[in-house]
């Protein structure tokens, strides 16, 4: 063999630990992502207690997330191509989880601030469905499916964590402990990502086959699978 598609690739490739790390990373930025959105549920009634906030400065909290993603859903699948989208996802990523940390560190009654950081949250949120492709770009069109709906889960994880830790902590340790504790799952996801590599696809579409083979050839070790015997050019006019 002289040359081979990346879906050909994938395919012999098939699924299993050359993903773990992968599908693990961008889950947990789904579960972040989950965690982000159901917080303000428990948040909300505590600031405008504690703050002594009028009821339209209250909605206005409750609101700036969706702002702030309305304002990052321009941007980030353009970015995606033009920078690839491991880099873009760990940039999304890291800005809902600094965003989450300054929302924790806002000062006694610092609206304003406590907005801004909300609002740059919902920035990065606005990027994490950029996991899930991904997600996607690493698995064999056959199992594409029932895996991605499987992937689903981390959401209904992140939802779940949310409520256990605003049940557990918020009475416990205030509402700061729970902002921080809610960036975890992103935390943990940008740790891993040093391992994760860039899309083999995009690669390949961007001109850089070597890249895209090399990372081939390490799923295929990863997967117990013997190495490809084809050249460095990986066509892709067949690709779906």
Partial sequence: MTSTTVEEGLGRIGVGRAQVATLLATGLTWSGDASELAVMAYLVPVLQDEWGMAQAAADTIASVLFAGMLAGAF?????SDLYGRRFTWRVTTTLTAVG????AAAPHRGVSIFLMSRALVGVGL????LAFA????????RARGRVLVLFE???TFGSVFEVGMAWLVLPACGWRVLLLLTTLPLWI??????????SPRLDVVRGHP?????????????NGKPPFQCSAVLAIASDG
């Fill in 126 to 129: 606005a990027g994490t469905n």
């Fill in 134 to 141: 991904l997600a996607c770009e690493f698995l064999p069109q």
């Fill in 153 to 155: 889960l981390f959401f």
């Fill in 210 to 222: 070597q890249r895209a083979l090399k990372t081939l050839q390490a799923m295929a070790r990863s």
């Fill in 189 to 198: 996801a940008l740790a891993l990502s040093v391992v994760v590599p860039e």
């Fill in 100 to 103: 989450g940390v300054l929302s």
């Fill in 75 to 79: 941007g980030w699948g353009l970015l």
